[in-house]
C-alpha cells in the first residue's frame, strides 16, 4: 500500500450544458459577448474533446492565423491565441489527471493573449520504480533543489514511479496518487528501469498548454479555470502553481504587475518563489510578476478575502456547465442592495452589501409578495431586483425559507437559519469541567456523548442528553437556545444555552449549581458534530 501525503491539487470539468445567459451582468468598463454569441458559442464547442480547442466567439487568431467560430483547432500542434475584446476560446485537456474523463476547461474572453510555453516532450513518457531503502521517511519537493517547498514524504520501503529527471541526474520527477514532485536520486534505491532513459525535464509541465502565459488586458480579459474533479491536476500560469480542487478561478495578468486570481468556487494553491499560499471561495490571490518577460511571477502569493464584483462580472460564468453552476451577485457600482435575514418583509435588513465583495448565491426563494430573493453563502438574504448577477443563476436551487419567531414577551424577531426541520442526532463534548466560587466537591467527570435536538414547531426545541426527557428550550437569538431551571434528577440549578453556527455543528455552555455546594459553580462548555 503506497503511503506518503501531498498537499495541493488542480482539476478541471466539462462545460456547456443547459445554459441560461438572461442574468449575466457586465461590468462597467467591459462588455461580454452579446447573449447571441455567448449561446452560438456554447452550440459551437460543446463536446470539445480532450486535447483541443474550440474558437466560440468573436475576432480570434490561433498563431496569428484568423480563424472563424466553430473551428476545432490541435492543442498539441498550436502555440498562441490572440484574442480581441469580442474574442471567447474554449480548451479542454485532462493536465495529467489519472482519468482521462475528468478533463481540465479552460475558457479564455476578451482582449488578451494565451501562450503555450509547456516544454516539448514525446509522450508518453518512459518510466522506472524506485523506492525508499533506508530506515527514514525521505522528502518529495516541489522542485528539485533541498530548499524549495516540501510537498509530501515517502515512507520506508514504498515504491514510486519516476517518468523524469535533471539533466545531471541528480533529480528524478515522480508521480504519487495526489500529484507530482521530484526526489533526490542519492537518497533513492531504483528498483527496475534505467534513469538514461528517462526523458529530462525542466518542470512537472509535460502535456501541452499546461503551462501558460497570460497576457490580459486591465479589466477586459481573463482566464477561467473550472474543476469538478477530486483527482489533482496542475497548471502553470506565468510561473505561478495552481493547484485547483473542485472549483473555479478567474486569472488575469497586466505586464509588470500581478498575476491576479479570483476563487469563484473550491480552493486553490498557489505556490511561486518558493512560498505556498491557500485561497479559497471569495478569497482573491495577488502575485508580483516581472523578470525577462515582465510577466513571470517573482513574489510570494498575497491572499486578500475578498474581492468586488465588478472585477469578475464581465466573465462568461454563464457557458460553466450545468452541473457545477455558480451563480454570483454584487453591487455594480450604481446602486446600492441591503442585506436580510429572511427573504424580504417580515425579515429584518441586517448589513448593506459591500462593493467590495461578491457574494456568492447558494439558494432562492420568495417574499410574500412574490419577488425572488438570493440566499448568499452566509445565510444572508438580497432581492434579485437590488443587486447585480452574474453565472448561471438560473439553476440555483429553492432553499427553505429560515424560521422566524417573535420572542416570548417582546416584539423581537429572531430567525433560525441552522435548525434542522426534524429530530437530529449529534456527538457532543464536554471538555473539562471548570470550578468557579468555593467550591467543597471535585470536579465532575464528564464523557462525549449523544445529544438529540428536537425541534418544537414553535421556534423552540428539546435538547436530550443523557436525561430520560429533553429540556425545552427557548430562542434567545438567531440559532440560539437557552434553558434555565432544575436538573432532571431535582439536585441542582441548572443553565444550558446553544448556538448553531452551521448544518452541521453547534457549540454552548452548561452551568450546574447542586444544592449540596450552592457557592459551587460547574461550568461546561460543548461542542458538537452531526452525526445523522
Known amino acids: 500500500m503506497r503511503r506518503f501525503w501531498f498537499t495541493g491539487g488542480l482539476l478541471l470539468a466539462a462545460l ?3 445554459i ?5 451582468t457586465p461590468a462597467a468598463t467591459c462588455q461580454l459577448p452579446a447573449p447571441e454569441l455567448l449561446a452560438q458559442a456554447a452550440d459551437l464547442c460543446q463536446g470539445t474533446a480532450p486535447g483541443a480547442a474550440c474558437i466560440g466567439a468573436g475576432t480570434v487568431a490561433v498563431d496569428a492565423a484568423a480563424t472563424e467560430p466553430g473551428t476545432l483547432i490541435d492543442l498539441a500542434s498550436r502555440q498562441t491565441l490572440t484574442l480581441e475584446q469580442d474574442g471567447l476560446v474554449l480548451l479542454r485537456s485532462t493536465f495529467g489527471l489519472a482519468d482521462e ?7 479564455a474572453y476578451g482582449a488578451m493573449t494565451l501562450e503555450n510555453t509547456t516544454q516539448s516532450v514525446s509522450l508518453p513518457l518512459p518510466t522506472l520504480t524506485l523506492r525508499n531503502p533506508g530506515v527514514y521517511v525521505l522528502n518529495l519537493r516541489d522542485q528539485p533543489d533541498k530548499n524549495s517547498l516540501l510537498v509530501g514524504t515517502l515512507d520506508v520501503g514504498i515504491e514510486l514511479t519516476a517518468d523524469g529527471r535533471t539533466a545531471d541526474n541528480r533529480w ?3 508521480q504519487t496518487d495526489a500529484g507530482a514532485a521530484w526526489i533526490s536520486t542519492s537518497i533513492v534505491e531504483i528498483v527496475s528501469g534505467s534513469i538514461n532513459d528517462l526523458a529530462v525535464l525542466d518542470s512537472h509541465y509535460v502535456q501541452p498548454w499546461q503551462r501558460l502565459r497570460l497576457q490580459s488586458s486591465a479589466g477586459c480579459g481573463g482566464l477561467l479555470i473550472q474543476s469538478a474533479a477530486e483527482t489533482p491536476a496542475r497548471l502553470q500560469v506565468n510561473g505561478a502553481d495552481l493547484l485547483l480542487r473542485t472549483g473555479t478561478v478567474i486569472a488575469e495578468a497586466q505586464p509588470e504587475a500581478a498575476l491576479q486570481l479570483r476563487v469563484l468556487s473550491g480552493e486553490v494553491q498557489v505556490r511561486a518563489a518558493r512560498y505556498s499560499a491557500l485561497a479559497r471561495q471569495s478569497d482573491a490571490v495577488s502575485v508580483a510578476l516581472g523578470g525577462a518577460d515582465a510577466l513571470t511571477a517573482t513574489a510570494e502569493p498575497r491572499v486578500a478575502q475578498q474581492y468586488a464584483f465588478s472585477s469578475i462580472a464581465a466573465a462568461p460564468l454563464g457557458l460553466l456547465p ?8 454584487g453591487v455594480d457600482g450604481t446602486a446600492g442592495a441591503d442585506l436580510y435575514n429572511g427573504p424580504g418583509a417580515p425579515y429584518s ?3 448593506a452589501a459591500s462593493p467590495d465583495y461578491t457574494y456568492v448565491v447558494t439558494g432562492q426563494n420568495t417574499s410574500d409578495d412574490g419577488a425572488t430573493w438570493w440566499r448568499l453563502a452566509d445565510r444572508q438574504w438580497v432581492a434579485q431586483a437590488s443587486i447585480a448577477t452574474a453565472g448561471l443563476c438560473s439553476a440555483v436551487v429553492e432553499v427553505p425559507r429560515p424560521t422566524l419567531v417573535t420572542l416570548a414577551g417582546s416584539s423581537q424577531s429572531v430567525v433560525h437559519n441552522f435548525l434542522p426541520a426534524g429530530t437530529s442526532v449529534w456527538q457532543a463534548s464536554t471538555g473539562e469541567d471548570t470550578l468557579s466560587g468555593t467550591c467543597n466537591t471535585p470536579p465532575i467527570a464528564q464523557c462525549s456523548h449523544l445529544v438529540a435536538i428536537i425541534p418544537d414547531g414553535r421556534g423552540g426545541l428539546g435538547w436530550r442528553g443523557q436525561e430520560p426527557q429533553p429540556y425545552p428550550m427557548s430562542p434567545i437569538g438567531n440559532d440560539t437556545f437557552a434553558f434555565s431551571g432544575r436538573n432532571q434528577l431535582g439536585n441542582a440549578r441548572l443553565s444550558l444555552s446553544i448556538g448553531f453556527s452551521s448544518d452541521t455543528s453547534w457549540g454552548g455552555q452548561m452551568t450546574l449549581v447542586y444544592d449540596n455546594d450552592p457557592g459551587c459553580t460547574h461550568t461546561f462548555y460543548y461542542t458538537a458534530s452531526r452525526v445523522r
Not at 101 to 107: E, G
Request: net charge negative.
Open 16 to 18: 456547456l450544458a443547459g
Open 20 to 24: 441560461s445567459l438572461a442574468q449575466d
Open 101 to 107: 474523463n475528468a478533463a481540465v476547461t479552460l475558457i
Open 172 to 174: 528524478l520527477h515522480v
Open 322 to 329: 450545468a452541473a457545477s453552476a455558480i451563480c454570483v451577485a
Open 349 to 351: 435588513p441586517v448589513a
